[in-house]
Every structure is written in structure tokens, then in C-alpha cells.
Nanobody
Framework: QVQLVESGGGLVQPGGSLRLSCTAS????????MGWYRQAPGKQRELVAV???????NYADSVKGRFTISRDNPKNTVYLQMDSLKREDTAVYYC??????????????WGQGTQVTVSS
């Protein structure tokens, strides 16, 4: 009932930047938290950044000062601006959005994932 479409991944050199986007559509009444996770080969999925409905943010220590999460509520979209990228940022990035449907049931949905590769 909620679909998430991610975009913005790709190949970038160390020190470069990328901007990820994730847009939600469907029978959404209200969106609560929006976040980004990543999973590198052979590793567990980990939280990268999250932003609350009120705009409060939280970041993994490994990305603090380099990544910025933001949201555009009218567009049901969350962004992840990634600067000063490092090779260890290479992973598949997933967005996660939670909230209420028009039926007032809660939802928690994941995007399809977008590959970010940092390499020279």
C-alpha cells in the first residue's frame, strides 16, 4: 500500500559527493520517521541517519559531519546528502519510512535499495 522509490546512487571517487532521494507514494495519511540504512557485502544492515516528523536528526558516528539527512514533507521525500565519501561508505543504501495509512493502520516500508560505490 506504500511504495518507495529510491534514486541517486552510483560510482564516485573518494572525497566525492552523492545525493540520494526516496519518495513514498500510496495510501498515506501521515509520515513519521524517515531514515536511511546501508548494507555492505558480508555485513549486517546498519542505520545511517534518521529524521523525525519534527525534524530531529540522528546519525551513525561513522557519517557524522559528512552526511546530511533532510525531508520534504509535501513531496513525501527524504534525502541523504553524502559528502567526503570514503571507500568504506560503499554499500547498498535503503530508505525506510514509517507512518499511518489512510485506514489509520501503521506502516513501515523499505525502498528497493540503491548501490553506492566509492572507488578510484
Amino acid at each position: 500500500q506504500v511504495q518507495l522509490v529510491e534514486s541517486g546512487g552510483g560510482l564516485v571517487q573518494p572525497g566525492g559527493s552523492l545525493r540520494l532521494s526516496c519518495t513514498a507514494s500510496g495510501s498515506i495519511f501521515i509520515i513519521d520517521a524517515m531514515g536511511w540504512y546501508r548494507q555492505a557485502p558480508g555485513k549486517q544492515r546498519e542505520l545511517v541517519a534518521v529524521i523525525s516528523a519534527g525534524g530531529s536528526t540522528n546519525y551513525a558516528d561513522s557519517v557524522k559531519g559528512r552526511f546530511t539527512i533532510s525531508r520534504d514533507n509535501p513531496k513525501n521525500t527524504v534525502y541523504l546528502q553524502m559528502d567526503s565519501l570514503k571507500r568504506e561508505d560503499t554499500a547498498v543504501y535503503y530508505c525506510n519510512i514509517s507512518g499511518l495509512l489512510r485506514t489509520r493502520h501503521t506502516f513501515n516500508s523499505w525502498g528497493q535499495g540503491t548501490q553506492v560505490t566509492v572507488s578510484s
